[in-house]
Nanobody
């Protein structure tokens, strides 16, 4: 049974930092591209960052230079380091695993990030 469990969310002031983690089980982690998405109240879910099994990353324009995605394949875990947080980063952050050569996708339940002004 596949499980993705996010952690590390919370309340932080503008300019602060948080590190999100997503622990995966039930999948062969190295066969999956890992993404972080977020959904703010009243808005569509959006892709924030992606990382391939070999570590190639991509970050959405509004978070480039502030957020960094990384993964530890030995621990089946993907991270999102978030620095210089802004109120507009407030959202529920979701972890997603996408099969590299399989049409499968798994989601975690999400973790709330709130940035106060």
């Amino acid at each position: 049974q596949v499980q993705l469990v996010e952690s590390g969310g919370g309340l932080v002031q503008t300019g602060g930092s948080l590190r999100l983690s997503c622990a995966a089980s039930g999948i062969t982690f190295g066969f999956y591209i890992m993404d972080w998405h977020r959904q703010a109240p009243g808005k569509q879910r959006e892709l924030v960052a992606s990382i391939t099994p070999d570590g190639t990353t991509n970050h959405e324009a509004s978070v480039k230079g502030r957020f960094g995605i990384s993964r530890d394949n030995a621990k089946n875990t993907v991270y999102l380091q978030m620095n210089g947080l802004k109120p507009e980063d407030t959202a529920v952050y979701y972890c997603n695993a996408r099969g590299v050569s399989m049409s499968v996708s798994y989601w975690g339940p999400g973790t709330q990030v709130t940035v106060s002004s």
